[in-house]
């Protein structure tokens, strides 16, 4: 392994580095007033399109896809640093066009889509017109084994319909979101369960499409993107929308999710790090008992062990990335998984012992501290909960062990 970068990827660096110096953190806290007055919650700032402008005019843009003759052409290992700078500030992905749920939707389109398909959704996308999101989770059954998905999706002449509820449909509240990609079941008689589901697109504006309700995270209902419970009654769409052919949802659901579970552990190590920065420049200036924070060994240790956390998840990281685009997202399935457990953990732990340095004022809305935390923790249950990953993992180490 060599994670030494090409010149190519450290002009990235400093380049994006310089902009979110320029162009971002000066725009975080008018970014997040933003929604405490406004009347259309799910309607982004308008500074937003005007920082894609920018981003844009840069070429600051679509730096996620690898291999691709859409992105930048950047490697998992050489898009890891710019998707932890990126991760600093939550919101910033989006002036990139490199945000969830829209950079695992794109990679979809661009692996598994139509010529129609990607001309319809994916264009549009990619220019960062349009927002999507991911319809996969279901309140009747543990989604977390995508086997159980009962959502189903049934052939009627020219046209699929469906019928099924879904929830936590991260981005569909916002209203620039248009279209959902929707798993449900095509085949539920499959003796092979791997092959009994089907991807489909499902334009969010299709008859039959409701949204229940935003579902509430830590009782916020997180602003414009939201993740809403959405009821499909008869939602017919055109039999032309299906993903790739019947059967195989399942085979692109691991396609999606692999590179999307990194992207968002490259962005947790940005967030610890930016935790840490903010824990180190507290114990620096806060007074207590007569002497500085940062005096207190209870204090330096908790910066000593983050510090370390941190570093030991970007590693581990770097390593999986590295693997990823030797091997292929199925081989380096071992090493996804133990980051996808090991990096939201640490960031979890790093924003609480800020948290705890900052005091009461770590709580408060006066810091991003308790946002972030609220935001990290779902990770710990989004592209599966730590148990899932766990298990499977050590179903791989019995059998190497066995073997």
């Not at 840069?58 to 690898?66: A, G």
């Not at 909960?385 to 993992?393: F, G, I, R, T």
């Amino acid at each position: 392994m060599n994670f030494t970068y090409t010149k190519k990827v450290t002009d990235l660096i400093e380049q994006l580095t310089v902009f979110m110096d320029k162009h971002i953190y000066p725009n975080d806290q008018a970014y997040r007033d933003h929604f405490k007055t406004t009347d259309n919650i799910w309607q982004q700032p308008p500074l937003m399109s005007d920082l894609k402008k920018k981003a844009q005019a840069e070429d600051l843009w679509n730096l996620f896809l690898p291999d691709s003759d859409h992105g930048a052409g950047l490697s998992n290992l050489e898009y890891a640093p710019l998707a932890e700078i990126m991760g600093h500030i939550p919101w910033s992905s989006e002036v990139f066009n490199c945000s969830a749920p829209d950079t695992g939707n794109m990679e979809v389109l661009d692996r598994y889509g139509t010529k129609a398909q990607q001309e319809q959704w994916l264009d549009p996308l990619l220019r960062g017109e349009i927002r999507s999101a991911f319809a996969m989770t279901e309140p009747a059954v543990a989604s977390s084994d995508a086997s159980n998905i009962q959502t189903p999706i049934v052939l009627d002449g020219d046209n699929y319909v469906i019928n099924g509820r879904k929830w936590w449909t991260s981005g569909a509240m916002n209203t620039a979101c248009k279209i959902l990609i929707l798993m449900g079941k095509t085949d539920p008689e499959n003796p092979n369960r791997h092959k009994q589901q089907s991807m489909i697109l499902v334009p969010k504006d299709t008859e039959g499409v409701e949204i229940i309700r935003p579902m509430s995270v830590f009782g916020s209902v997180d602003p414009p993107h939201g993740h809403p419970e959405i009821a499909f009654t008869d939602v017919r769409v055109p039999k032309e929308n299906i993903l790739l052919g019947e059967g195989r949802g399942f085979e692109i659901a691991q396609g999606r999710l692999g590179p999307g579970r990194i992207h968002h552990c490259m962005r947790l190590v940005g967030i610890a790090e930016r935790a840490l920065t903010a824990m180190c420049e507290r114990a620096n200036n806060r007074v207590a008992f007569g002497k500085l924070l940062s005096a207190q060994g209870s204090v330096r240790e908790s910066i000593a062990i983050s510090a370390s956390e941190i570093e030991q998840a970007r590693l581990l990281t770097l390593m999986a990335a590295d693997k990823m685009d030797r091997y292929g997202n199925k081989e380096a399935s071992d090493l996804i998984s133990m980051i996808k457990v090991v990096a939201p953990q640490m960031a979890c732990r790093v924003i609480d012992r800020a948290i705890q340095i900052h005091g009461a004022a770590g709580v408060s809305g006066d810091f991003f501290l308790a946002e972030a935390y609220a935001g990290v923790r779902t990770l710990r249950l989004a592209d599966g909960p730590d148990e899932v990953h766990l298990a499977s993992l050590a179903k791989k180490m019995l059998k190497k062990h066995t073997a």
